[in-house]
């Protein structure tokens, strides 16, 4: 990982494994908020990340799986929606940070 910015701070942002793309627009209460494609949502996806990065920020990429993300939801009181994901990726950027924080 690369090294964290004094204030420790991340960003997490959501992804995803195109073999899981079509399930989990088939599981988002939100699926007319997509890119049709995984390659298109993959493009705009990168172009995010890379312009994060340039800003001088660490990127977390948090990676939502169709098995598990209905049930995740339901214990941290989400909705399956974008609202929902931003919570995930941004627990899952804090968890990071925390661990590499152990780690140093």
């Known amino acids: 990982m690369e090294k964290l910015p004094a204030d420790g701070s991340a960003i997490g942002i959501v992804w995803y494994l195109e073999a899981d793309y079509d399930a989990l627009l088939k599981l988002f209460i939100d699926p007319s ?3 049709r494609s995984f390659l298109q949502w993959q493009d ?3 172009q995010g990340r890379k312009r ?3 800003e001088g920020k660490i990127v977390v990429k948090a990676y939502i799986d169709p098995k598990t993300f209905a049930a ?3 214990a941290n ?3 399956l ?3 929902g994901r931003t919570q995930f990726a941004n627990q899952e950027a804090y968890r990071v940070v925390m661990e590499a924080h ?3």
Do not use: L, T
């Open 33 to 35: 908020n997509f890119y």
């Open 44 to 46: 705009a996806a990168e």
């Open 52 to 54: 994060y990065i340039r």
């Open 72 to 74: 995740w939801c339901d």
């Open 77 to 79: 009181g989400c909705k």
């Open 81 to 83: 929606d974008a609202n």
């Open 102 to 104: 152990k780690h140093s």
